[in-house]
């Protein structure tokens, strides 16, 4: 089976051990299955708005920091990406904090000009009694390095079919913030996925 890369893969058993124990592997070759969530596991990403924000830094970030973007579902609460860094030296620290950040400042600047009260479901008092806002969760996260063609196309099918696991929808392409549109060749995508280093999937997976 052909492999992305030569390097370890970091595997956990579970996402809150994860979360726990958060390590990256900045690894050449390597593809990453990323999952991150809103502040306090709240539907930050419920509305249209928001996740235009989100697309819109995801595929500034991915011109930046010069990776593709292979998949990615957008959720209520979090959000799952499989994005392969094009570059010999990257950070997926780095990569995140420029996905992230314009989101925050976007949701942020739009509350306090439209919605005041909301401030409070995105407020965190800290033990000297400041007061600061969130959008994201804190933490690293998850952060799976896929290294076989067979890890990239398995976990890109089951982060599409997140949103029928859910209940939201009945097929994957059902869901309007997602690629999974794209792959059926479908119209309606927001962003389109950047699949030219995409490995060929495996005949009979």
Not at 74 to 102: A, N, R, W
Not at 165 to 187: H, K, M, N
Request: charged share 25%; glycine share 6%.
């Amino acid at each position: 089976m052909e492999d992305l890369g030569t390097s370890r893969s970091n595997q956990l058993d579970s996402d809150r051990e994860f979360r726990k124990t958060c390590r990256r592997y900045n690894d050449r070759g390597n593809a990453h299955a990323l999952t991150f969530s809103c502040y306090q596991r709240r539907p930050f990403l419920a509305r249209d708005r928001s996740r235009l924000w989100f697309l819109e830094a995801l595929g500034t970030a991915s011109r930046k920091h010069h990776f593709a973007v292979w998949a990615y579902v957008l959720m209520p609460e979090h959000v799952h990406l499989v994005l392969f860094p094009c570059e010999d030296h990257y950070s997926i620290s780095t990569i995140l904090g420029d996905i992230k950040q314009p989101v925050t400042r976007a949701v942020l600047k739009y509350v306090r000009q439209h919605a005041p009260p909301f401030l409070a479901n995105m407020a965190d008092v800290g033990a000297n009694g400041q007061t600061t806002h969130h959008f994201w969760q804190r933490g690293g996260g998850y952060d799976r390095n896929l290294v076989t063609p067979d890890a990239v196309h398995r976990t890109i099918d089951y982060i599409h079919a997140n949103p029928v696991r859910r209940g939201l929808v009945e097929s994957p392409t059902d869901w309007e913030w997602s690629s999974a549109r794209y792959y059926e060749g479908r119209s309606g995508v927001h962003l389109d996925p950047d699949d030219d280093d995409l490995p060929p999937r495996v005949a009979g997976v």
